[in-house]
């Protein structure tokens, strides 16, 4: 069983910026080898994709709602996901949460959430205009 722990969220001014991270538990799963995301579910709304990143941390992938602002990075040596977010406005409220893809070696570009098999319990970003 994979734990993933979400933590940075919290109450910003529209403008400004949060990191989210997200640490998987160590024991069987080898982090570096799987492909990981970023998702957010506003009040009311369905859960929706944020960000992507492949096992290949060089490839990452956007939601066109974030592109430019936001930022999805990993450290594999500390088991460690992360999400930079800048010039956050209203619209970007919302529970975050990361989630582990099913297969290792692989690439997901596309933020269909059936293709993460475990997710964190999320953190709360709350911006303020």
């Known amino acids: 069983q994979v734990q993933l722990v979400e933590s940075g969220g919290g109450l910003v001014q529209a403008g400004g910026s949060l990191r989210l991270s997200c640490v998987a538990s160590?024991?069987?799963?080898?982090?570096?080898?799987?492909?990981m995301g970023w998702f957010r579910q506003a009040p009311g709304r369905e859960r929706e994709f944020v960000a992507a990143?492949?096992?290949?941390?060089?490839?990452?992938y956007y939601a066109d709602s974030v592109k430019g602002r936001f930022t999805i990075s990993r450290d594999n040596a500390e088991n460690t996901l992360y999400l930079q977010m800048n010039s956050l406005n209203s619209e970007d409220t919302a529970v975050y949460y990361c989630?582990?893809?099913?297969?290792?070696?692989?690439?997901?570009?596309?933020?269909?959430?059936?293709?993460?098999?475990?997710w964190g319990q999320g953190t709360q970003v709350t911006v303020s205009s």
């Open positions: 990143i492949s096992f290949i941390p060089t490839l990452t």
């Open positions: 160590r024991g069987t799963f080898t982090f570096s080898s799987y492909p």
């Open positions: 989630a582990a893809g099913k297969k290792p070696y692989s690439t997901y570009s596309n933020g269909n959430q059936d293709n993460y098999d475990y």
